[in-house]
Nanobody
Framework: QVQLVESGGGLVQVGGTLRLSCATS????????MAWYRQGPGKQRELVAL???????DYADSVKGRFTISRDNAKNTIYLQMNSLKPEDTAVYLC???????????????WGQGTQVTVSS
């Protein structure tokens, strides 16, 4: 019922910039939170950036000051602005939302398929 599609990944050099987009579709009644996760080769999935619907943003220590999560309600899109990229940022980046699809429904999690970010040194 809710679909997330990421885009904007690719190959970039150290110090470069990328902006990831997550287009959402489907019936969303209420948004509780949205986030970006990433999973590097041989590593566990980790939370990168968190944006509660009515709260303040939070970031992993490794990306603070470099990454920014934002939302464009008119375009139904979530963004992750990534600046000053490092080789350790190389990973598959996944969009995540925790939402209700109806008034009587319990909230649940939805994941995108992921987009690859590769930072070359």
């Amino acid at each position: 019922q809710v679909q997330l599609v990421e885009s904007g990944g690719g190959l970039v050099q150290v110090g470069g910039t990328l902006r990831l987009s997550c287009a959402t579709s489907g019936s969303i009644f209420s948004i509780y939170t949205m986030a970006w996760y990433r999973q590097g080769p041989g590593k566990q999935r980790e939370l990168v950036a968190l944006l509660p619907s009515g709260g303040s943003t939070d970031y992993a220590d490794s990306v603070k000051g470099r990454f920014t999560i934002s939302r464009d309600n008119a375009k139904n899109t979530i963004y992750l602005q990534m600046n000053s990229l490092k080789p350790e940022d190389t990973a598959v980046y996944l969009c995540y939302v925790y939402v209700k699809t109806g008034f009587t429904d319990a909230p649940r999690s939805y994941w995108g398929q992921g987009t690859q970010v590769t930072v070359s040194s």
